[in-house]
Structure formats: C-alpha cells, structure tokens
T-cell receptor
Framework: DTAVSQTPKYLVTQMGNDKSIKCEQN?????MYWYKQDSKKFLKIMFS???????INETVPNRFSPKSPDKAHLNLHINSLELGDSAVYFC????????????FGPGTRLLVL | GIQVEQSPPDLILQEGANSTLRCNFS?????LQWFHQNPWGQLINLFY???GTKQNGRLSATTVATERYSLLYISSSQTTDSGVYFC???????????FGQGTELSVKP
C-alpha cells in the first residue's frame, strides 16, 4: 500500500535534455509538494499545490514546471537540464486542516551528466 | 525568513545508549515536524509537534514553543536508528516547511 509514490526512482540523463518525474498519492490528501535535496542533504521546498492550484512557488528557475492534473497527482517537468539540477527530488503530501503532517515519497535521484 | 538550527551535526553512539537531539528556531511557528532519513534515503515522519510532548516507543519529542526549541529523545538506541534526523518548521505559509541541516546519527553494534 504505497502512500506517496514517485517514478522513476533513478534518472540519469545528459545536459540539455528534458525530463519528467511523476508523483501520486493515494492518501486522499488535498496538498502536494516538491522538495529538492542537494548533495549536502539540505532540503528545500520548490512548489506546493492545493486541489490542483499552485500555492507555493519558491525561487526556482522557470525551467522547472509543476503540473497537477488532479489532486492525487503532481508531476515535475524539467527543461534544458543543467549539471546543477543533479539532486534527489522528493514529492510529499499533507491532508490539510489543523494537522499539516507531511508524508514523503521515496525520492527520485537525478544525475545530469 | 525563519532560521532552523540543529545540534549536534553528527553523533556516534553505541547500541543501547540514549541521546537528545536539539532544534532551535528563530520565530514562532505553527507547525514543527521531526523526520528520520534512513540510509536508503527514505524520509519518515516521526512527530508532528508544534508544542507539548509526544512519545512513540523508544522515541519521544518535546517542543517548548515559547522558548523556540524542540528536543528529540532516542532511548536504547539500535543500529536501525542510524541516519539523518531533520527538524522542519512552518510559519503560517500554507505548508512551506523550512528544514534544519540535520543531525547525522550513527549507532554502532
């Protein structure tokens, strides 16, 4: 019973390519997030969607575009990949309401060569 | 923006020992969570604890919101407790969690 799932788990690609990472949650949560974890394990929020609406958009290059086709899915598309995009990308979700516990997916390890 | 500082940055324990991890934050918060990132990279939510004390097995956490710190206690540590422990806070920003830099724990058999 996977709560928050991401595909693919690993992604190795060349500079300049375009790639997508998919995220799905089966928890019935209203809010979903994308985080980036760098090589020093620092975690930073990138985007957040609530019921398919963008509510948090941090200072992220516009090569990164999130898309939420429905409230159970939040995908991340990255254009013109750069070496500095290499990182682990985590999707998360939270139920909304008074307790905003966030549940994280397994992560997607992206390596740009 | 709000600053989150965790201490110590690294900790090595013998199996069976107890430990306390600390998280200081620079402003009032409405959300504080502790996470464990295991050696395989999975982030597991341990506690949602903006204030008060909670316990779950060998782990417990206390947040003193008025003094802007939280503590995570690990008792009778096991090798499976190894990994990085993160504290993350939010200040009324629709779920925008700000993470500390983590405490890397290694439990030796």
């Amino acid at each position: 019973d996977t709560a928050v799932s991401q595909t693919p788990k690993y992604l190795v690609t060349q500079m300049g390519n375009d790639k997508s990472i998919k995220c799905e949650q089966n928890l019935g949560h209203d809010t979903m997030y994308w985080y980036k974890q760098d090589s020093k394990k620092f975690l930073k929020i990138m985007f957040s969607y609530n019921n398919k609406e963008l509510i948090i958009n941090e200072t992220v290059p516009n090569r990164f575009s999130p898309k939420s086709p429905d409230k159970a899915h939040l995908n991340l598309h990255i254009n013109s990949l750069e070496l500095g995009d290499s990182a682990v990308y985590f999707c998360a979700s939270s139920p909304g309401g008074s307790e905003e516990t966030q549940y994280f997916g397994p992560g997607t390890r992206l390596l740009v060569l | 923006g709000i600053q989150v500082e965790q201490s110590p940055p690294d900790l090595i324990l013998q199996e069976g020992a107890n430990s306390t991890l600390r998280c200081n934050f620079s402003d009032s918060v409405n959300n504080l969570q502790w996470f464990h990132q295991n050696p395989w990279g999975q982030l597991i939510n341990l506690f949602y604890i903006p204030s008060g004390t909670k316990q779950n097995g060998r782990l417990s956490a206390t947040t003193v919101a008025t003094e802007r710190y939280s503590l995570l206690y690990i008792s009778s540590s096991q090798t499976t407790d190894s990994g990085v422990y993160f504290c993350a806070v939010e200040r009324n920003q629709g779920g925008k969690l700000i993470f500390g830099q983590g405490t890397e724990l290694s439990v030796k058999p």
